[in-house]
């Protein structure tokens, strides 16, 4: 495939550049349009919230809030009573009888006779465990199948010698590797376009984006250097810009969102409902008490 395969030779591909692609050198400029036309939003200050050092006067705890003052719920129409029509329920008594206790009949089949143990002890002898499937049970005589082997004669018996091996040269030779011819097949042709014939020259690693690109260079940050002695101590600072400069917008108070005429008149509870009202509970006959009756071969209970 090395030898006969040569790379098709087709046309080079133009380059991809735009035009008047050369890029004169300036220094890098960081300043953008946002930061150019940003300006900063100042306020007032709030002022420092300073805790009494004193511990706190005692006083009766006002759990009033403005939330709890303005509310009022709202007084909305009560819903109608979702109650069928004539709905009035007569009273009668509880009627048990059911279909499937009108059609049954019981069946009726000998009683199971009473197993009597003796009260006596035991008596002594020896374990016989006879059983009658033991007794009854005779193994099937078949026909025993028929020995497969092979037709001819029988192989011999190998008899290894007691003592070492003797030496000797190891035959390899199988049945296998001697009988085994491989397929000789036809070679397929050789895969190669036509007229792929390419001229040899060097590589060359040169690109049009090298060319033409020009690196950007920038002022070098300055070296951070630390002191190698200990910091010097003194009052934290803990005022930031942010800090100083932040003022949060004072808006006006939202409106109480409550209904109009929201008033609602004291009344007492009244757990009365109309399911309660109108519902009549259902009484039915007490079951007469049953006892069972031990017959001579059959059982009935009333």
Do not use: C
Not at 15 to 33: L, N
Not at 97 to 104: L, N, R
């Amino acid at each position: 495939y090395g030898n006969d395969f040569m790379g098709g030779a087709a046309e080079r591909s133009a380059s991809a550049k735009p035009k008047e692609s050369t890029i004169p050198y300036r220094p890098f400029d960081g300043t953008t349009s946002y930061g150019a036309e940003f300006s900063p939003k100042r306020g007032d200050r709030a002022e420092k919230v300073v805790r009494m050092g004193g511990p706190v006067s005692g006083g009766q705890f006002d759990g009033t809030t403005t939330y709890g003052t303005d509310f009022m719920g709202g007084a909305a129409e009560r819903s109608a009573s979702a109650k069928p029509k004539n709905s009035t329920i007569p009273y009668h008594p509880f009627d048990g009888t059911t279909s499937y206790g009108a059609e049954f009949s019981p069946k009726r089949g000998d009683r199971a006779e009473k197993v009597v143990r003796a009260s006596g002890t035991v008596a002594g002898g020896p374990f016989d465990g006879t059983t009658t499937y033991g007794t009854d049970f005779m193994g099937g005589t078949a026909q025993r199948s028929a020995s497969a082997k092979p037709n001819g004669d029988r192989a011999e018996k190998v008899v290894r010698a007691s003592g070492p091996v003797s030496g000797g040269h190891f035959d390899g030779t199988t049945t296998y590797g001697n009988d085994f011819m491989g397929g000789a097949a036809e070679r397929s042709a050789s895969a190669k376009p036509k007229n792929s014939t390419i001229p040899f020259h060097p590589f060359e690693g040169t690109t049009s984006y090298a060319a033409e690109f020009s690196p950007k260079r920038g002022d070098r940050a300055e070296k951070v250097v630390r002191t190698s002695g200990p910091v010097s101590g003194g009052h934290f600072d803990g005022a930031t810009t942010y800090g100083n400069d932040f003022m949060g917008g004072a808006t006006e108070r939202s409106a109480s969102a409550k209904p109009k005429d929201s008033t609602i008149p004291y009344r007492p509870f009244e757990g009365t409902t109309s399911y309660g009202a109108e519902f009549s509970p259902k009484r039915g006959d007490r079951a007469e008490k049953g006892r069972a009756y031990v017959g001579s071969s059959l059982w009935w209970a009333f």
